[in-house]
C-alpha cells in the first residue's frame, strides 16, 4: 500500500528509476493521460454559429471573393482565399496568403470570443463552423513558415493541435507543408 492512499502499489517492471520506459530496447518518457481531456474536465468545446455563405471546397476565386464581400466576418472564405494563393507556389503567392489567413484567423477568434471562448479548450473541428477558423489558422502556420517567420509557424501549428487533434491531422494531410 501507498502510504496514506489506501490502495496497493503495483510495480512496473519496464520503468527505471530515470522516468523512461524500455520499449523493445529503446527508451521513451513516460507519458501520462491528458486529465484535462476527460469528459466533462476543462471548458468546454467552442462551437461557432454559421458566420457567411455556404462555400463548397471547390468554389472559384470569383465566389471567394463575393463572400468576403457579403460577409467579412466569414473565415471560411478567407481561408479557401489563403489556401489558393499558397498553391500559387510564389513568394508572392506566400505573403498574400499570409493576409488572407490572419484576416481569417482574426475574424474567427472574435467570433470565438463573443461564444464565449476564454483562450483555452477544444475548438472541435467536426463542428463545421468550427472548420473556417481552424482552415485559416492553418493557411497562416503554412504561410508563415513559407515566408521564414517560425516563431509564428510553431505557435499557430501548437495552437491548432491544441484546439483538435483530429482537425490537426485532417488539415496536415489535406494542406502539408512543402
Known amino acids: 500500500m501507498l502510504p496514506g492512499v489506501g490502495c496497493p502499489r503495483v510495480p512496473n517492471p519496464t ?14 518518457p513516460v507519458t501520462h493521460r491528458n486529465l484535462l481531456a476527460a469528459a466533462g474536465a476543462g471548458p468546454a468545446p467552442s ?3 454559421v458566420i457567411g ?3 463548397t471546397d471547390g468554389a472559384g476565386h470569383a465566389e471567394l ?19 489558393e494563393a499558397l498553391a500559387v507556389g510564389t513568394s508572392e503567392g506566400d505573403v498574400t496568403a499570409y493576409a488572407y489567413a490572419r484576416t481569417g484567423y482574426h475574424r474567427g477568434l ?4 463573443r461564444s464565449g471562448w476564454k483562450g483555452a479548450g477544444p ?6 463552423p468550427n472548420q473556417g477558423f481552424l482552415r485559416a489558422l492553418w493557411s497562416l502556420a503554412r504561410a508563415a513558415q513559407r515566408i521564414g517567420d517560425l ?5 499557430c501549428a501548437q495552437f491548432l493541435r491544441d484546439s483538435t487533434e483530429s482537425g490537426y491531422r485532417a488539415l496536415t494531410s489535406a494542406f502539408p507543408l512543402e
Open 15 to 28: 520503468a527505471d528509476p530515470s522516468g523512461t520506459t524500455r520499449v523493445g530496447g529503446v527508451s521513451e
Open 151 to 155: 516563431v509564428e509557424y510553431e505557435r
Open 47 to 49: 462551437l461557432l454559429p
Open 110 to 113: 472574435d467570433a470565438l470570443r
Open 53 to 55: 455563405p455556404a462555400l
Open 65 to 83: 471573393v463575393a463572400a468576403v464581400v457579403a460577409e467579412p466576418a466569414g473565415s471560411r472564405a478567407w481561408a479557401q482565399l489563403a489556401e
Open 123 to 128: 475548438i472541435p473541428y467536426e463542428h463545421e
